[in-house]
């Protein structure tokens, strides 16, 4: 099958890649730059486990195209923490046990980040609800709803 | 010497350092930066992609296959069907499963596998499927279990005899068993009683809903050696079960485990694996199958859906005489959904001396259930536990005192046989009672709720090995699976034994050739387990240490004791000594015995009961039917919460999963026999804007078999969670609803029925 040519930067880092028009962001990511931090949980949106930043915008992996990157820049859960120092988000999740398995994790730590840059003191129910779209179903939300204010109070702190 | 299980297991008088602490999960920062690799995140070169083409029949005969077109097809490398898989006889453990992973005579279910391509792409594979050509006869169907025992159903399996029914030996059937489970006289029971209070419930099938797909890579050598990596809760499980369908020595499959995104049940048995193996062995390339969602909802997974009447029967001081039930299960195409946990689980935790509940299991046109959290016990202590509350109220009693009035006790021996030693449902009761949240004032129009729950909590086969590194510090290895953090909890307790600090302890999963046979990872029986084989290996490197130091200071063996990670002279009279540290004598075992470690292997036992109760306040709209969860606490006894942060998770997790079940989760089939909501926005889990907090109360009542005192504690907090919500929206709208889930539309009408105001 034809490929398309596509440049994208992600994380910083500019690609070229041959795409099948067929495919998703997501494919992309994963199969053609094995980045596999972006998680794959139901390829329709519903799940919120393959959270990413296009263009500053949060979205579902899977529901872009992989030829709609081209001249995108893209940011992925590879890309949160800053060299050897992990985001207050990422160092939260893991002192309050705000994962389990961790597959939803990734998605659920891109969308947070997300949150607080629009919005540095959200309540609980603020977090809720912006985090209605990244199923868990592990952990009963209530440890990652504390693990995103803790981080939020550290970062409105610095 | 008597081993960890012959000794007296639980110390009271030890001072626990690590044991109880909350350090973070050593697994943790791999998954929160995107380094963790799950089932489908392994790629290896020459790599192909594997799909599977299911039919949306519900029952048919599968006449021919023609495959011919998709193998012509540039790209496709291999195609496989019912002709490349082992002919095993039916209605046997291995031919079910070969029949459940690839269609032989019949299609059973919407979804049902039929044959599988690998392609050099995925976009190839999936234009692959559409060129292979099946003739099928359609067959009526049948999904509902109680139509499935009519004497006019449609037959399923021609094999099958009731198990369990005399004279069944001529009649086909889809009933697969018949089993009673008994106890005391249930007529003299009810004889003795003042009230008396039956009901019917249902229940349908809730999906398991990890969230990540089942995904693995299968990797065939021309020599018959298979690699598989996947996601799975049971790697020597997912090996024997490969070995048995295809036909093949266990010693020639590696399975190795990835890091694992849910499973609760669901990836105790293979599905696409032995498909992908047999796609490699045709191919000579690695094959990876990734389930869709679509295909994880159709053909994997569920729970049973379940028909259940109950009746129970008390004294006018609030004591039970008798309890009866009549249970029927829907196990899906395939017989094991292990319904007999139902009959033995849904009264136990009560004082009870009068039992008779009679339980079937019946097939029929879905996909074969698996296992989930306290497998086909929530939804029949749903039942029970509304005519518990019913008691109580025609009693006037409050209902938690009528349940401790009820609660069995150390001495207890249950309608399955087990006599209970330390257990602590009293005490579980009675902090349920001491809650700020069972002692507040329910605000005016929500409801409140309260159920109890009792998982067995299992052990069995289990195997660990610990290593000394030269440096002094731990490696760990263990034959189960990681479902939520038992990696954590492992190095704890090496570290606790070992007198380390955690961080010197580091856990890794093994493979199939790595250890000797591991039970599946399922039942809250893993920490226990796996932690008696630790903390044995553990004493067993101890011993070994101990010995050194008796020779470096040249003193008997029985002179040296270890305390605090050093071995020490155990007395003056021994000799003067520095002590020796482990790192001490981990630098010079290249001079004495070679390396130091510890490995165990046990069919490990005494895993201890668990027991929970749960208190829910939620509020119902009384012009949409929908009900809010307001607050929730689950107290449940731990026996030693190794790592509190990670049983509070198991709590709150299981309460969660619970709340989805009883007011949202089901399968929905059409007149067709196809399942109609196949997808995350059709059939609904919790998101995080449906529940509030989960409060949390840890009670200890230790396990006196185990050397820290812990029990299980991943099924418990699912069992009364149904009961609890059920119970919750009976006060809110002064009726009980019996059929679950309790969803917007059937709490509407069950209002509207019963003349409740409505808006």
Redesign the interface.
């Known amino acids: 099958?034809a490929r398309t040519h596509i440049t994208t930067t992600v994380n910083g880092d500019e690609y070229e890649v041959l795409c099948?028009v067929?495919?998703t962001l997501l494919?992309v990511l994963?199969?053609e730059l094995?980045?596999?931090?972006?998680?794959?949980?139901?390829?329709?949106g519903?799940?919120g486990?393959c959270s990413v930043m296009v263009d500053g915008r949060l979205m579902c992996a899977c529901l872009v195209l992989g030829v709609e990157a081209d001249g995108k820049s893209i940011d992925?859960?590879?890309g949160?923490?800053d060299g050897e120092e992990?985001h207050p988000l990422?160092r939260n999740?893991?002192?309050?046990?705000g994962?389990?398995?961790?597959?939803?994790?990734?998605g659920i730590?891109v969308a947070a980040k997300n949150q607080l840059e629009r919005n540095a003191n959200p309540t609980?129910?603020e977090?809720?609800?912006w985090?209605?779209?990244?199923?868990?179903?592990?952990?009963?939300?209530?440890?990652?709803?504390?693990s995103v204010q803790a981080a939020a109070e550290q970062m409105r702190g610095n | 010497m008597a081993t960890i299980l012959e000794q007296p297991g639980f110390n009271p008088d030890q001072d626990l350092k690590v044991v109880g602490t909350?350090p973070?999960?050593h697994?943790?920062?791999?998954?929160?930066?995107?380094?963790?690799?799950?089932g489908?995140?392994m790629?290896l070169p020459g790599m192909l992609y594997g799909k599977i083409l299911r039919r949306p029949h519900a029952h048919a005969v599968l006449k021919s296959i023609d495959i011919s077109a998709a193998e012509a097809m540039p790209g496709v490398n291999a195609v496989v069907t019912r002709d490349d898989f082992p002919e095993l006889p039916p209605g046997t453990p291995g031919g079910d499963l070969s029949r459940n992973v690839m269609a032989r005579e019949k299609v059973l279910y919407d979804g049902h596998p039929v044959a599988a391509v690998a392609a050099t792409?995925?976009?190839?594979a999936r234009r692959a499927l559409k060129l292979i050509k099946v003739e099928y006869e359609i067959l009526p169907h049948v999904i509902d279990p109680v139509k499935a025992m009519a004497a006019d159903a449609p037959i399923l399996h021609s094999h099958i005899r009731t198990k369990g029914v005399d004279g069944a030996e001529n009649t086909e059937t889809n009933v697969t068993e018949r089993m009673v489970s008994e106890m005391g006289d249930v007529d003299k029971g009810f004889a003795e009683a003042d009230i008396i209070v039956e009901s019917e419930f249902d229940s349908k099938p809730m999906h398991?809903?990890?969230?990540?797909?089942q995904g693995c890579v299968a990797s065939t050598s021309q020599d018959g050696q298979l690699d598989l990596y996947c996601c799975t809760q049971g790697i020597h499980v997912f090996r024997d079960r490969i070995a048995d369908i295809l036909e093949m020595d266990s010693a020639k499959i590696r399975v190795s485990q990835s890091?694992?995104?849910?499973g609760?049940g669901g990836k105790t048995s293979p599905y696409g694996e032995p498909v992908a193996a047999l796609l490699s062995k045709k191919s000579a390339r690695p094959v990876k199958i990734?389930l869709?969602?679509n295909e994880v909802f159709r053909c994997t997974g569920p729970v049973a859906a379940t028909q259940s009447k109950i009746k129970m029967g008390c004294t006018k001081d609030g004591k039970i005489t008798a309890a009866w039930a009549d249970l029927v299960f829907q196990t899906g195409a395939f017989t094991g959904s292990m319904f007999f946990n139902g009959p033995w689980a849904m009264f136990t935790r009560y004082d009870l001396e009068n039992i008779h509940v009679t339980a079937c299991e019946v097939v029929s046109n879905r996909p074969k259930v698996n296992a989930f959290r306290a497998p086909c016990v929530p939804q029949i202590v749903f039942g029970v536990e509304a005519l518990i509350t019913e008691m109580a109220q025609k009693v006037g009693m409050d209902e938690l005192e009528f349940r401790l009035k009820n609660a069995a006790t150390e001495g207890y021996t249950t309608v399955f046989g087990q006599t209970f030693e330390a257990i602590g449902f009293v005490e579980t009761l009675e902090a349920a009672m001491e809650t700020d949240h069972y002692k507040s004032e329910l605000p005016e129009g929500w409801g409140r709720g309260v159920s109890t729950g009792f998982w067995f909590n299992r052990d069995g086969d289990t195997t660990a090995s610990l290593t000394i590194t030269p440096g002094g510090s731990v490696t760990i290895m263990a034959g189960t699976s990681d479902?939520?953090?038992s990696r954590i909890a492992l190095s704890m307790m090496a570290a606790e034994e070992l007198g380390v600090p955690v961080d010197k302890v580091r856990a890794i999963l093994s493979d199939t050739s790595m250890m000797g046979n591991n039970r599946v990872t399922a039942g809250s029986r893993t920490t226990y387990s796996a932690g008696m084989v630790i903390i044995d290996s553990a004493r067993k490197a101890i011993a070994e240490m101990c010995s050194r130091a008796a020779e470096i200071w040249d003193v008997p063996v029985e002179g040296v004791e270890f305390i605090d990670g050093e071995c020490r002279p155990s007395s003056s009279n021994v000799g003067e000594f520095d002590p020796l540290s482990i790192a001490d004598i981990a630098a010079k075992t290249s001079v004495s015995h070679g390396a130091i470690s510890g490995h165990s292997e046990m069919n490990v036992t005494g895993a201890g009961p668990g027991f929970g109760v749960h208190l829910v306040d939620c509020e119902v709209d009384r012009g949409t039917g929908r009900v809010d969860i307001k607050r929730y606490t689950v107290i449940e006894d731990a026996g030693k919460a190794i790592h509190p942060?990670?049983v509070?998770?198991q709590y709150?997790?299981?309460?969660?999963?619970g709340v989805g079940w009883a007011l949202n989760e089901e399968y929905i089939y059409g007149e067709d026999g196809r399942l109609q909501n196949p997808?995350?926005?059709d059939y609904r889990?919790?998101?995080?804007?449906?529940?509030p907090?989960?409060d949390t109360v840890i009670v200890e009542v230790p396990n006196p078999r185990h050397p820290y005192g812990l029990r299980g504690v991943g099924e418990v907090p699912v069992t009364p969670t149904l009961a609890a919500v059920g119970n919750a929206i009976g006060d809110a709208i002064g009726i009980r609803p019996k059929s679950l889930p309790m969803s917007p539309p059937k709490v509407l009408k069950l209002m509207k029925d019963a003349g409740i105001n409505t808006k």
């Open positions: 099958m099948e067929e495919q494919d994963r199969d094995q980045l596999t931090g972006t998680k794959e949980g139901c390829s329709s519903d799940c486990a992925t859960i590879e949160m923490a992990l990422q999740f893991l002192e309050l046990n994962l389990q398995c961790g597959i939803c994790t990734p730590l609980e129910t977090i809720r609800f985090l209605a779209g990244n199923l868990c179903r592990c952990t009963g939300y209530d440890k990652i709803i504390r | 909350n973070v999960k697994d943790g920062p791999d998954k929160v930066t995107g380094r963790a690799k799950f489908a995140d790629y792409s995925e976009s190839i398991q809903s990890y969230i990540e797909p890091e694992m995104g849910g609760f990734v869709t969602r479902v939520a953090g942060l990670q509070e998770g709150q997790g299981g309460a969660v999963q997808g995350f926005l889990i919790p998101v995080a804007s449906d529940v907090m989960i």
